[in-house]
């Protein structure tokens, strides 16, 4: 009996996840391949869980190979081989590439020497330090950062809480507005984060929303867009699942939902939302990336999303709503749930989608392929673009994928943040110079 003990701890030791000293995975010894799976990517999928592989991402689109990029523990490298798929390696050493995009780094505070100058901000506080954008942030910190952009642009925006998760965190986000005063035009919703590995998103999002607010009162185009739109900004619409990351898995990707019915944690918040919810690209099972729940909206972050949209839908309606995500660099219209499907303005929108592209290339030369979810990057029913575009009535619905295109995957050196802000804030100015 003893023996018995002792070889199944062995046992469990040989395949236990390593951690450092403060608990967080270490990924040692993992390789992150690109495997060419041909037309055969369902086959391939189905063999991702026999290697403990994670799934990172793939692209079942028409337009090119397909491939599914996956980040293979030690133990399974072998296994993996074995298979004989023809495959580029993306990451040697994933270890190494986690150590290289640098540690979180505190909260700077405030610019001193930067306070905004229009004259209804005579209480305005100073910006935060721009220095925010050369590193990656806890997330305390994040709501930090939130609070004090609020405090320099006080007569202009405020807090908002778009709902809870599942462990009890606030969605933190911010409302915005110009000259018309708050809540008086069409919405510019936008979501970062919902993916917990994406850490990019939430950065991107929040230089967009400084340089809103530090370029208001200084360039017409922004000072026009204010003025005709409220933006209601959620940096982080995952909380649980980011907390997660950078405290024990880099690379978790759901939130953090426990379930009755299953000892497998987290619900993918984007194939929760109650609109074509149980089609292709969506998992009935709990321990898939993808898994969609066990009800349309049943996760609590999707039901305070849900119900923050409903409320934009019944004011003054959504103009654009952007999902934040990454990697891939894509800009995507709907839909996710049907490749033959097409929204009324499809055209309008992927033309846009296509000049956003170009306008962001034109900064550093960055490509962003554009075009549908489901033909361009691969089917994924009960995402928010859909249920945006043809339940809450957005005019534009889209989610971009920024940087890179798999070198680094979600692990995004530092150094390329304030690029990505700056490439994305050239096509936004664009998309609201031309809707
Ligand atoms: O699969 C997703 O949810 C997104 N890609 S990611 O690699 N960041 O996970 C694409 C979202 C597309 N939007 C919808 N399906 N609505
Ligand atoms: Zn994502």
């Not at 905004?116 to 910006?127: C, E, I, M, R």
């Not at 699942?241 to 950078?246: A, E, L, P």
């Not at 149980?278 to 972050?301: F, I, K, N, Q, V």
């Not at 009960?382 to 575009?389: A, E, K, L, R």
Request: net charge negative; proline share 4%; charged share 15%.
């Amino acid at each position: 009996m003893k023996f018995v003990q002792i070889l199944s701890l062995v046992a469990s030791l040989a395949t236990a996840i390593q951690v450092d000293r403060q608990g967080r995975q270490t990924y040692n010894g993992y390789k992150v391949f690109r495997v060419i799976t041909q037309d055969d990517s369902s086959a391939f999928e189905s063999k991702l869980e026999s290697l403990s592989a994670i799934d990172l991402t793939h692209n079942h689109g028409h337009t090119g190979e397909q491939h599914f990029d996956i980040a293979v523990p030690p133990e399974s490298l072998a296994a993996f081989y074995a298979l004989n798929y023809t495959a580029d390696v993306l990451a040697e050493d994933l270890a190494a590439d986690l150590a290289l995009e640098g540690e979180l780094e505190p909260y700077p505070g405030l610019d001193k020497s930067n306070i905004l100058t229009t004259a209804s901000d005579a209480a305005a506080a100073a910006l935060p330090d721009a220095s925010w954008f050369n590193a990656y942030h806890a997330y305390a910190d994040h709501l930090t950062f939130l609070q004090d952009l609020q405090a320099a642009f006080p007569s202009n925006s405020e807090l908002i809480t778009a709902g809870t998760s599942f462990e009890g965190r606030d969605l933190q986000g911010i409302h915005l507005w110009g000259s018309g005063g708050k809540g008086s035009k069409p919405a510019i919703y936008w979501h970062g984060n919902v993916h917990a590995r994406e850490w990019i998103t939430s950065m991107v999002v929040e230089y967009l929303t400084y340089q809103l607010i530090l370029n208001y009162s200084n360039d017409t185009t922004v000072q026009a867009t204010l003025d005709n739109y409220d933006f209601y900004i959620v940096p982080i619409v995952n909380p649980d699942g980011f907390v997660y990351t950078q405290t024990s898995s880099r690379l978790w990707r759901k939130n953090r939902q426990t379930r009755s019915s299953t000892s497998a944690v987290g619900t993918d918040i984007n194939r929760n939302w109650p609109y074509q919810w149980d089609g292709e690209g969506s998992s009935t099972s709990p321990g898939s990336e993808t898994y969609r729940g066990e009800a349309a909206g049943d996760t609590p972050e999707n039901t305070g999303l849900r119900e923050y949209a409903e409320a934009l839908t019944s004011g003054n309606g959504i103009k654009l709503y952007i999902d934040w995500h990454s990697y891939g660099q894509y800009i995507l219209t709907p839909y996710g749930y049907s490749c033959t499907a097409t929204a009324p303005n499809s055209s309008k929108q992927n033309s846009l989608a296509a000049n956003t592209g170009s306008a962001i290339a034109k900064v550093y030369g960055t490509q962003f392929t554009t075009g549908p979810i489901c033909s361009t990057l691969y089917a994924a029913a009960g995402g928010s673009n859909d249920y945006f575009q043809d339940v809450a009535g957005a005019e534009l619905a889209w989610a971009i994928e920024l940087r890179d295109t798999g070198r680094n995957g979600f692990v995004l050196p530092a150094n390329q943040i304030l690029p990505s802000g700056i490439e994305a804030w050239e096509g936004m100015k664009y998309l609201w110079s031309n809707f």
